[in-house]
Nanobody, 127 residues
C-alpha cells in the first residue's frame, strides 16, 4: 500500500506563491504517474498537473498552465507543485495521487486513473 503525504499548503494573498510537496512511501513502477488534483467546496475534484517518475512531458490543466510547475525528485520519491501568480479561484484542497500502471496523455487527467491518494492540503488565496 503506497502512502502519500502532502505538505506546504497555507494562506497566501493573490499574486503570491506556494510550494506543495508530496512524499511517496514507494514508487509503484518507474512509468507510473504522479498527479495533483484539487477540490473546492461544492465542486468536483479536478485535475491540476501530472508527471511520470520516468520523466517526459508534464501535463497541466489549462487553468494553471504557465503559473504552476510540477517536478519530481526520484531520489526522495517526492513530487513538487510550484504555484505562482496564485488567484482566489485556486483556493481548494490539493491532493496528490499515483497510479499503479501506465497512463496515456488522455487518461492521466482523470481521477479514476489513480490508485492511491494523499490526505490533502488546504490552499487558500485571499483577494
Amino acid at each position: 500500500q503506497v502512502q502519500l503525504v502532502e505538505s506546504g499548503g497555507g494562506l497566501v494573498q493573490a499574486g503570491g506563491s506556494l510550494r506543495l510537496s508530496c512524499a511517496a512511501s514507494e514508487r509503484t513502477l518507474s512509468s507510473a504517474s504522479m498527479g495533483w488534483f484539487r477540490q473546492a467546496p461544492g465542486k468536483e475534484r479536478e485535475f491540476v498537473a501530472a508527471i511520470r517518475w520516468s520523466g517526459g512531458v508534464p501535463y497541466y490543466a489549462d487553468s494553471v498552465k504557465g503559473r504552476f510547475t510540477i517536478s519530481r525528485d526520484n531520489a526522495k520519491n517526492t513530487v513538487v507543485l510550484q504555484m505562482n501568480s496564485l488567484k482566489p479561484e485556486d483556493t481548494a484542497v490539493y491532493y496528490c495521487a499515483t497510479t499503479n500502471g501506465v497512463t496515456t496523455p488522455f487518461s492521466v487527467r482523470f481521477r479514476t486513473s489513480y490508485d492511491y491518494w494523499g490526505q490533502g492540503t488546504q490552499v487558500t488565496v485571499s483577494s
